[in-house]
Every structure is written in C-alpha cells, then in structure tokens.
C-alpha cells in the first residue's frame, strides 16, 4: 500500500505573466541571485527551475518566460506545479500573456496567487489590477473573493516575506505528499546539448528517489545517471519529489515536457526507449501512408500547382534548449505564407555542425540558429557550400531576420 509510504513533500511554485511584469526579478530577490543580469535582452527564454528555503522549509520555483513566443513553456510550467504566482504589473495591469497564464493555471488546476508587482513604479495602481481580477472572476481576497493577493515590488523587497508566507500557509492547506524513496518518476522540464556533457536535463522529480548511477527512460531516450547538479551547479547524490536537478548521462535530448522513470538497469532502459523508438516510426509510416490514401489525387494536383506558385524557403533549425526548438517552430508557422512556402527540412537541439551544412547544402536550406554556437570549421564549410546561416539570441530578432530574408526571395 502506497499510501502509507507518503511524506509530506515541498509545494512547486510556477512564476507566470506578460513580459516584463517582474518575474525573474521576483526570483532573483527571493534567491538573492542575479539571473536577470545575463539574460538576452532582458527577456527570459527558458524555464528556469530552483530550490530556495523560506523559514526553514524548502521551496521549489519554476520561473517562465513571458514573451508571446513561449506559450508551450507557460503551459508546461503551470502545469507541472501545484501553486501559480500570477505575477501583474501594477504600473500595467494584466495584459495578453497575463490572460493566457491564467488560463493555463485555470486549466492545469493549480492553486492561484497573485502577486502585484512594481508597487513602487510612478503610476503603479494596486486596485485597478483588482478590479481586473474581478472581471476575470477571481476577485481577490480582501475584496469579498477567494484570491490571495500580495502586493509586491520585486526591485525594492518590499512585500517578499508576505508573498512566501502566503505560498507556506497554501501549501500546508494543499497537504502535499509523495512517496520519498524507492523507483523514481518525474518530468522533464527542459533539456539540452552542452558541450563536454553531451544530452542533459533539468528534471523534476516527483516521487521516489533519483540516484547517481540509476538507469532512467524517457520516451526515446535513455539515460544512466552519471551526475547530477542542483540549481547552483553543485553535485549531488541523490535528489527527492519536487526537487529540481539537471542530469547528465541520456543518449539524446529527452522532450520537455515528458516523463521518466527509473528501470531496473540500463540494458532495460535502452531497451524500452528503442521499442518506444520502432513503435514511433511505425505510427508515423501508418499516418504517412493513411494520408496518401486520403488525399484525393485532383487535391494533390491543386496542391502541386499551388506550391510551384510560391518560392520555396528551406530552413534547419537549430536551438540552445528543447523548448525553445518547440518557441522558434511555432513562431515560424505563423509567419504569412501566401509567397513565400517555408519548410523546416531538419531540426535539433545543439550547437550548428557541420552535419547541418551538409544538409543544407544538399536541400538548398538556410540554416537558422537560435542563442547557438557553431562547430570548429562550419562557417568555413558553409561558405564553401554557399549555405547562408542566419543566426540570433533573442527570439524576436531572429524572427524579424528570417523575415527579412523572405522578402529579400521575392524581390
Ligand atoms: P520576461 O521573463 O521576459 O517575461 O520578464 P520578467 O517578467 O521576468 O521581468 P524582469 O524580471 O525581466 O523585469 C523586467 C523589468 O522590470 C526590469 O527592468 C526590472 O528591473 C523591472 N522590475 C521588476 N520588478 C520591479 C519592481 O518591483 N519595481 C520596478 N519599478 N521595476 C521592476
Ligand atoms: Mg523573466
Ligand atoms: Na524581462
């Protein structure tokens, strides 16, 4: 019986809302660190996963970007975690991705906070973003509803202890629990390919204990733990439920979002990740093939006639990390379409290789590179193949490049 197995465990708190409300700020302040300082203009584009202790108790944070962009990151985030910190610039009160994070947090069930952020700013007005709760049905607390709310400023630390002790009093309400020994299951939060390590992840785990040395399986990736580092990148041994930790030792990049869990031994790891592997590609040559069937062949003709009609623009992509792989695609699909056909003939997580420029070369491709470096030798190579590589670290910029180089086709 499981049940008598469970422990109390720490509650995840999930940081949501627009752009620039104050987030990673927020966390800086509670962590006393300065993650804001290094990042791309000044935009967070990755979740970002901590530990922090608050009067003695561990805390673990996810920290999400608020650009338009990551949607897919805003919904993994919220739902991941059992708390949402709705963070509202009282100075600008909610906004597009204010609105879509709180239906991410309605959607995944999570339990709702909203901290008032910028207090302190010239124009700051705590009780329109009230009132703005009221309209969206989640009047807050003070004003007769059920929404705790905490004004904050996030720059000055003013209203931070409030803000924890309100997240410490809904987790004791929530009486979290979870096995804390034993086979271990959890999900990824992001991965990635870093130079030296090869595949890694930031994983968070759910229940059980995660071991060095323990044999894991996510999707089609397998991994044998060969180290593990908390959120300040120092080693440890072992980590427990709602810890965040970044694993090295996968075969690939496992997909964020999804699962692992522990096997009894590397050999069965590999073994179901490449059963889940074959199964993939079978599922992919059905659809493949059901499609064609489908397809009447006047559509397919049409569809010939309309392509030919339009330039062609082939693009490989390349990201830093899995999920902002999954931002750039999403971002590249909603680009207007009717002159200019683009199509991803290859895609991966990691620094641009020479592999890429091969590719390219091969399917007439450009190669474009987000917050990426590139392999001894490409640019060289690339040049050789006449490949064009176009390359950025901010999200939006790299947009505007690619953008540009469509209409550049049809001049
Ligand atoms: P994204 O991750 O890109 O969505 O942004 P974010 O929500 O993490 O905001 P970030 O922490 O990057 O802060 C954006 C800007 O707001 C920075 O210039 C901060 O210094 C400023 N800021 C954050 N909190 C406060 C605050 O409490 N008061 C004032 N006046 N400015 C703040
Ligand atoms: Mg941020
Ligand atoms: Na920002």
Redesign the pocket.
């Known amino acids: 019986d499981e049940s008598a197995l469970l422990e109390p465990r720490p509650p995840v708190v999930c940081?949501l809302?627009?752009?620039?409300?104050?987030?990673?700020?927020?966390?800086?302040t509670i962590r006393k660190a300065k993650v804001?300082d290094d990042?791309f203009g000044?935009?967070?584009?990755h979740i970002g996963a901590y530990q922090v202790e608050a009067s003695g108790e561990p805390l673990s944070f996810l920290?999400?970007?608020?650009?338009a962009a990551f949607s897919r990151m805003r919904e993994r985030g919220a739902s991941t975690t059992d708390i949402a910190v709705l963070?509202v610039?009282a100075?600008d009160g909610f906004k597009p991705?204010t609105d879509e994070a709180l239906k991410f947090a309605k959607k995944a069930g999570v339990s709702l906070i909203v901290a008032i952020?910028?207090?302190?700013?010239k124009g700051a007005n705590i009780d329109r973003v009230k009132t703005q709760m009221q309209e969206r049905g989640i009047a807050p607390e003070d004003w007769g509803g059920e929404v705790i709310t905490v004004p904050?400023?996030?720059?000055?630390g003013?209203g931070i202890d409030q803000l924890l002790e309100m997240i410490r009093l809904q987790s004791e309400i929530m009486e979290l629990k979870a096995v804390p020994k034993g086979k271990s299951s959890g999900v990824i939060i992001e991965s990635q390919i870093e130079q030296g390590r090869g595949p890694t992840a930031t994983i968070l785990v759910k229940k059980g204990k995660l071991k060095v040395g323990d044999a894991l399986v996510c999707g089609t990736a397998s991994c044998k733990v060969k180290a593990m580092h908390d959120d300040l990148g120092k080693a440890v041994k072992e980590a427990g439920p709602s810890t965040p930790v970044k694993v090295i030792g996968w075969s690939d990049a496992p997909e964020s979002g999804s699962t692992y869990e522990t096997v009894k031994n590397e050999r069965e790891a590999k073994r179901v990740a490449e059963e889940t592997l074959e199964s993939r590609k079978k599922k992919e040559e059905e659809d493949r093939l059901a499609a064609k069937s489908a397809g009447s062949n006047l559509d397919d003709l049409f569809s010939a006639i309309e392509s030919t009609r339009k330039t062609n623009f082939n693009v490989i992509l390349k990201a830093d990390v899995h999920g902002s792989l999954e931002a750039l695609t999403g971002m590249l699909q909603e680009l207007p379409s009717d002159q200019v056909e683009l199509k991803v003939v290859g895609k991966g997580v990691g620094m641009i290789t020479k592999k890429d420029v091969e590719l390219a070369g091969a399917s007439d491709a450009t190669i474009v590179g987000f917050n990426v470096r590139m392999e001894n030798g490409v640019q060289g190579h690339a040049k050789h193949l006449d490949v064009r590589i176009l390359q950025d670290n901010i999200i939006y910029q790299l947009i505007d490049i690619i953008r540009e180089s469509m209409a550049e086709l049809l001049e």
């Open positions: 940081i809302g627009h752009v620039d409300h104050g987030k990673t700020t927020l966390l800086d804001v990042e000044g935009i967070t584009q920290d999400t970007p608020g650009h963070v610039a100075d991705q952020n910028k207090i302190d700013a904050v400023s996030a720059l000055k003013e």
